[in-house]
């Protein structure tokens, strides 16, 4: 049997970026995440989703935050999807940026955000992602052991075109740190992330931050691993913990054989006519 061992974190994020380094390293002394395959963080893991702050505490590539997540991999031996975190460029731009290390703490990939989450949600959300966050302009996936694996970041979900070509491109897993909020966690986190499994016949992990009432930003939290049909394989509620799974990576084979949805699309007629 072909069996990923998945631990999600769904942390805690203090406005002490160190406070909050500190406690992820110490989430990786905990037997369950270092006998795991692959350890995924949230989105914005080491700073509070809150734009004012992302100048101040976004990081030069390979900086700080970077450096304990190489280390954290190889000193586990390990997988890491270092959720996501702001990251400054020589320009002063600044991305949302998720990497990925492999066992020995090297890095293997590196996702900006395509899409940029701004909403105005009558009685509901105001948030304005790129009034601070320049977006990305490339969809990514990488290679494991396991087979191929692609990244994307929270708003990203909502939009099938990237997760399409993903799928098209063999993926067996796709790696999601993300921070839904209050108003639309309970609206569509579990909607989106069945819908997405079920379409292209593979294995989903939302990797959230737990939730802080009185925090600059009020996360939805729920971190959620879904399978290729659809289903829900594990499922956090909104206080930190880590979520394990295994994930049987030949039953992803036989979904999407007995449903063989990418084979059956007819691009010969994906054409509108007017008129």
């Known amino acids: 049997m072909n069996i990923l061992k998945v631990a999600a974190l769904q942390s805690e994020v203090f406005m002490d970026k160190q ?15 270092c006998d795991a ?33 190489s280390r954290l991999a190889k000193e586990n031996g390990v997988y890491l999807s270092a959720g996501s975190i702001p990251v400054l460029d020589d320009d002063g731009r600044i ?16 996702y900006a955000k395509i899409h940029m989450f701004d909403i105005n949600v009558p ?8 009034d601070t966050i320049t977006p990305g302009n490339n969809v990514v996936t990488f290679d494991t052991e396991y087979g191929k694996m692609g990244l994307c970041i929270c708003y990203d979900m909502r939009f099938p075109e990237i997760h399409r070509l993903m799928a098209l491109d063999n993926v ?22 069945r819908c997405r499994a079920h379409e292209n016949g593979l294995f989903y992990i939302g990797t959230s931050p737990a939730r802080d009432e009185g925090g600059p930003y009020v996360s939805w939290a729920n ?3 879904t399978g290729p049909w659809g289903d829900i394989i594990a499922k956090a509620d909104d206080k930190a913990t880590i979520l394990l799974a295994n994930l049987d990576l030949d039953h992803q084979k036989k979904i999407r054989q007995a449903m063989p949805i990418l084979t059956h699309r007819r691009n010969d007629v994906y054409t509108l006519e007017r008129g």
């Open 19 to 33: 406070k909050t380094l500190e406690h992820i390293n110490r989430l990786f002394e905990d037997k369950a995440v």
């Open 37 to 69: 395959d692959l350890v995924t963080l949230p989105e914005f893991f080491n700073c509070p989703l809150k734009p004012d702050l992302f100048q101040g505490m976004a990081e030069p590539e390979q900086c700080e935050t970077w450096q304990l997540c």
């Open 95 to 110: 991305f949302n940026t998720a990497y990925v290390f492999d066992r020995s703490g090297n890095q293997i990939a590196k």
């Open 123 to 130: 009685d509901g959300q105001y948030f304005m992602e790129s």
């Open 172 to 193: 067996i897993v796709t790696i999601v740190p993300a921070a839904f909020n209050m108003t639309t966690g309970p609206a569509h986190w579990e909607i989106l992330f």
């Open 223 to 225: 971190t959620i691993i």
